[in-house]
C-alpha cells in the first residue's frame, strides 16, 4: 500500500524496498475521512494527510496540529498521510546507507551502531539487536492520546494500542494481508490538554527526542487521568508507567516530575555511551511540557 510515497520512494532509491506491485489509497473513500463513530469516538482515516489532520484538528485537538507543523515541510505534508507516517523505516543511517547489518543482512550481521555512531537516532531505552527508534512523530502523540489502530483484512478487523502496533524500530505487527484503516481517538479528546515538544537538528526534521503530555484535569484542576510518552528514546513510543501513575490525583509541580521520571529512567533506560544526553534532555523536556500544561489549564 502507498499513500504519500514521501517515505517508500526514498526506500526503494536506498534498495530497503522493491514491490511488484503498489496499491494507492488517495481514493478509498473510508481512509480518507475524519468523523465521529461508536461511542463518541473520532476515526482518522489512515490515507488522511497530514495537512488535511492539522486542519481538522487546530480547534478539537491542538496538539495534533502542534505535531504535525513540526513533520517535514509544507509541501510533504499536502501528500503524506496517516497511515505512512506511522508506518515509516527506521532512520539509522547505517540501515539506510547500505552497511550489511542485522536489519538488512539477517542474524549473522552486526548493528554497527552499537560501535558506530549513535548519538542520534538510536535508543537509550531497551533496545536488542537493533538499537533503532521509531522516528515516527505521529505515533508519540496518539499514544499519548490513548489512541487504538484499526487493522482491517479480507477476514476480518481488529483494534490494537500504538504501541502494540509495533514489534520493532519502525516495524509494524500486521498480519497477512493486514493494513492500517483507521485511528480511533477516545471520545474523551475533546477535555484533554496536550502539549509536544520535541528536539531535532533542523526544522521539520526527525525527533531526536520528543515527549508528549495528554492530561484530562478535574473540576479543580488535579489530573483525572495523564500521560506521558516519549519517541527518540526506545524501539517503540515509550511511557514511563511510574510517571503517569505518580502524578495522578493531584497537580504536580515540574520538580515532582522530574525526580519520578529520574528515578524510573535509572531503572529503565540502558543508553549507549553516545547517546545517554538523552536521558537528560528527556528529563528537561518532561518539565517543560508539565509547566506548559499546568499554564494552559489556568487560562
Known amino acids: 500500500m502507498i499513500g504519500g510515497g514521501t517515505d517508500l520512494m526514498a526506500q526503494r532509491d536506498q534498495g530497503l524496498a522493491a514491490p511488484l506491485v503498489v496499491i494507492g489509497t488517495s481514493a478509498v473513500a473510508s481512509m480518507r475521512r475524519i468523523r465521529t463513530v461508536d461511542r463518541g469516538r ?3 482515516g489512515a490515507a488522511v494527510t497530514l495537512a488535511e489532520l492539522a486542519d481538522w484538528a487546530r480547534t478539537r485537538v491542538p496538539i495534533l496540529t502542534s505535531v504535525v507543523t513540526t513533520i517535514a515541510s509544507a509541501q510533504i505534508r499536502q501528500v503524506a498521510t496517516v497511515a505512512g507516517n506511522l508506518g515509516q523505516e527506521k532512520r539509522c543511517w547505517f540501515f539506510r546507507n547500505d552497511f550489511d547489518c542485522y536489519k538488512r543482512g539477517g542474524v549473522t550481521c552486526p548493528c554497527y551502531a552499537i560501535e558506530g555512531d549513535h548519538r542520534l537516532h538510536h535508543a537509550a531505552i531497551g533496545a536488542h539487536r ?8 505521529l505515533a508519540t502523540v496518539f499514544d499519548a492520546l490513548d489512541a487504538r489502530i484499526r487493522l482491517v483484512s479480507a477476514t476480518g478487523s481488529r483494534e490494537v494500542t500504538v504501541t502494540d502496533l509495533y ?7 500486521l498480519r497477512a494481508g493486514e493494513v492500517i484503516e483507521a485511528v480511533l481517538l477516545p471520545a474523551e479528546v475533546g477535555e484533554v490538554v496536550g502539549v509536544f515538544d520535541k528536539l531535532q537538528q533542523t526544522e521539520g526534521d526527525f525527533a531526536l527526542v520528543s515527549v508528549a503530555l495528554c492530561v484530562r484535569p478535574d473540576a479543580e484542576g488535579r489530573w483525572a487521568s495523564a500521560r506521558y510518552t516519549f519517541g527518540g528514546l526506545a524501539a517503540r ?5 511510574k510517571l503517569n501513575a505518580g502524578v495522578l490525583g493531584r497537580r504536580p509541580g515540574t520538580a515532582e516530575v522530574t525526580t519520578l521520571l529520574d528515578h524510573e529512567l535509572e531503572w529503565e533506560a540502558h543508553p549507549l555511551p553516545g547517546n545517554r544526553w538523552k536521558l537528560d534532555a528527556a528529563v528537561g523536556m518532561a518539565a517543560r511540557v508539565t509547566s506548559q500544561a499546568l499554564e494552559a489549564r489556568d487560562e
Open 167 to 173: 514489534v520493532g524500530p519502525g516495524e509494524l505487527g
Open 237 to 241: 513510543p515509550w511511557s514511563p508507567a
Open 130 to 137: 537493533c538499537q533503532a527508534v521509531t522516528p515516527s512523530d
Open 42 to 44: 473520532i476515526e482518522i
